[in-house]
């Protein structure tokens, strides 16, 4: 018999070579305290920030390819073995260890282990080193190894000599003062100085021991190639922990072995990963027992060779060829889908029947979760339910007798008793009976008085009175609602109070105090759709629906049977932006969930989480009311591509702890110091600051604010890891730069850079000392030269009034200039941009190509109109800013109109233009356009959320994203208008403007090109 698999499937999400892994061959995984991810492979060592994989090499100091192990201390210190030797990171640069002036080779599976502040140990070539710190003769810290164990203490137990891992567990833990190792085919303990050899006599078999490990409960294990051990604290003896241990002939190098922050021990398997899973504590559980997780829960990988538990407590795992895999949600989700069981993927709705079983209703019929027993949970199509098959289980409910109650989508309402009164224990339960053929059902639902209602598809909704009696009869309510008979209702809840609602195509319904009555809601249309309903326990309403996504409302104080809801004033439709709300739950924390198109959220008053695919959700399209609390606070969710257990509800609102850093600067390809202090030089040549900051969750979501004090006042917004600042004045400068993730609403704490900019040469006191001396000498000389001779007076003035003239001459030359330029956009004006258009042209007579950009931003009428004209002016200022700094130095952008704007990009033909066009056109819808103060005409009640589309509201103010469309002529030689086949002005013009149309027409936000030329 072997291992039970886990019968759930899980969210991974692994790195390969299209991620940036170059090598797949995962040695060794760490993670230090600024939260990066540092893994080793067979050629090489990465740091990993959740976004991009950076290779370390012979460029830092580390000089092999083979990483044998990494480990990064307590105290944040990265040391990396590899078969070539040991080395020590100190931010910039690896240093190597050295024994006896050699190197220190870490063979493939040996480990390190810190000993104390100042010792650490490792295992090289099978012998136990001990590394410390010494003065170097050049200054600075040199770390050297010795042997650890003298050649009497090897004498005396042989097995010290064959040593394969180390583990340490230091004084303040639990048994203080050990050192475990893999010597030979035994293990050994060294504890205070004395050495004591584990052997079969103490349940140890013959094996290489490659991983020690103490739980948090005392409890000692450890990881051969076949087997797993433990001994309890307080026993002599250790116990074999696998019911099968490995039948794998082939030699294992790596043997990971960890705890999990829930306690369960993880380790490899014949087929992936063996889980020792045991309930949290303090919470009750079944017996902890071992699970085989492998390819039917979706892991990609087989042979594990490396595994880790990161700083949010989600599991990675290293693979000998199929590189790096991140467990996403580990300890709150799991997932089921075809491959555990479900007749259908599309999941719509969930119940517990009379007897405790959980029943799902999916697109192919009913389905029951097995669970109980020593085997893992797992999916069965529902006994006694083949009245149903093949038909889509959309709702579910109980009645007070526990008969389970289900609708489907064919008008099927459908009863079954579950096994209970009258039967053996264990007995399934009969078969479902069908007592009603009725309109497409959208929710069965059960009041406390016990009442059974069906809510249908454009006929209203049904009644069963005595749902749990013998002949149930069903009883359309028809006219006497205050609705349409042919409207559909799709949602019902009940309040405390006993008040029923009900969400319908024409509003809500009321009943309450024996009478039915249709609220509307204050500021609300007077006829609104709601798709579903939830009651919350103060008695107010969740509502969700097309025309109004998301509201919350009560009944005014006082109100008995009201006709009019109030809305509450601590939600907006912000909360949900765009997406549509599918399902509805107040759970018992007091939390809103959300279930959408576009994922799970959860609100809890003050905080917003958004959950995904990308988090563990196995899917991102949820079904209409498949969202339940089970009775242990935990939470089903229905989606079109399996059905999601959450089983941690109370780990969604950890924030994990954000932290940024410059990882490099660089100026005119020169590295530059990344934490700042260094003085430059004036340059024309961009500065440019990269950053990072380590995470693994909803990184679409992460964002930078930062400006550069000295030179800014306002913060610029960006989600690119990468800042630029060009020319910038002598001065003394410090960047400031804030990260945040608006999904996890988590932030960073701010990090600031400083650096100096030295002055240009014709700036420095030396230039101004040596000006000042040229003006005494000409003075002087001026003056002698004055009084020499009345005809030098004369022809002084004469210069006096030519240099005059010239003054004026330039000054008119300025105006002439200030008069070619926008006021607003500081473009070239229109008839600026025509004569240089013109000049353009009569150079293409002599040859060459032209290309002439028509720009136009899309939309910009309901931007005015929106968001106010100085939105309008902003957007049309850093749309020129923008241009202009895409185009070359001799291309001309010039204002034409409006929100028009005409671009000469001379030399560019049809065959050439694409690039600098892309790069135009990306240079203004890529990134949005921060509007500062201007108002958005609209509520914002949660930091960070989402909006309308296009507007983005958070901490750092409104951005709104802009496009422009593009009409583009190319002129050149073989162009068939005009002297030596140039077209003239007018019809360049005409042209442009015509495929600027065009591209409006066909969509907008786009580049289309002139026909005919």
Known sequence: MGLPAAAQEYAFRSYTQEDGLANLSITALAQDAMGFLWVGTENGLYRFDGGKFQRFGPAEGLKEPYVSAVHVTPSGVLWVGTTGGLYRWDGRTFSAVLLDGRPVPVWQGQKLALLDAGHLLVVGREELLVVEGEKAPAGGTAWVARPFFSTEQKSVLPALTRIQSVRVFGVGEQGGGDIWLGCGQVLCEVRQGELKQWGPDQGVPADRWGNVLRDVDGTLWARGEHQVLALAPGEGRFTAQLPIPSTRTNVRVFLPLLQDMDRNIVTFGDQGLLRLARPTRGMAGPAPRWEQLGDANGLPAREVSALLVDHDGDLWVGSAGLGLTHWMGYRSWANWTARQGLMHESVWSFRRDGAGRLMIGTDGGLARMEEGGDRPPSIVPAPGAQAVQNHQVGSLTVDRSGRLWGGTFSGLLFYQDPAGAGRKAGAEPPPAVVIGHLPLIFQVFVDGSGRLWVLTRKKGIYVVDNPDGPNPQVTPLGAALPIPPDSSVSSACQAPSGTLWFATEAGLLRYGEGRWTAPVITGAPQVTRYNVIACARDGSLWLGGETVRLAHVQEPAGAVGGGVLQPVGDVTEDLVGDRQVLALLEDRRGWIWLATDSGILVWNAGSLRQYSHETGLVWNDCNQSALIED??????????????????????????????????????????????????????????????????????????????????????????????????????????????????????????????????????????????????????AIYRWRTHTDVERRRTLETLVEARTRELEASREQLRQLAMYDSLTRLWNRRAILDLLELELARRREGGYLTVVLADVDHFKHINDTHGHPAGDAVLVEVSRRLSAAVRSYDAVGRYGGEEFLILLPGLGRDDCGEVLSRL?????????????????????????????????????????????FGVICVGPSSAHGPKGVPPLEEIIKRADQALYRAKHLGRNRVEYATGL
């Open 631 to 780: 009775d242990d606070g935990t939470l089903w969710v229905g989606t079109s591509k399996g059905l999601t257990h959450i089983t941690r509800p109370d780990l969604l609102f950890n924030r994990p702890a954000l932290v940024t850093r410059v990882t490099g600067i660089e100026r005119n390809g020169v590295a530059l110091p990344p934490d700042g202090g260094f003085e430059l030089p004036w340059d024309t040549a961009p500065l440019t600051f990269h950053l990072t900051t380590p995470s693994f969750r909803s990184r679409g979501g992460q964002i930078y604010r930062y400006r550069l004090n000295g030179l800014e006042t306002d913060w610029n917004v960006t989600a690119a890891e990468e800042i630029r600042y060009s020319a910038l004045p002598s001065g003394t400068y410090e960047l400031e730069i804030v990260a945040r993730n608006t999904a996890l609403q988590a932030m960073a704490p701010s990090i600031l850079v400083p650096f100096t900019i030295r002055p240009p040469w014709w700036q420095t006191k030396l230039f101004f000392a040596a000006c000042a001396l040229a003006v005494v000498v000409v003075g002087v």
């Open 921 to 965: 056109h990306g240079a203004i819808a890529l990134t949005p356009i921060a509007l500062g103060d201007v108002p958005v005409g609209m509520a914002h009640a949660l930091e960070g959320g989402p909006t309308v589309p296009g507007v983005h509201v958070d901490a750092f103010g409104v951005s709104l994203t802009v496009t422009c469309s």
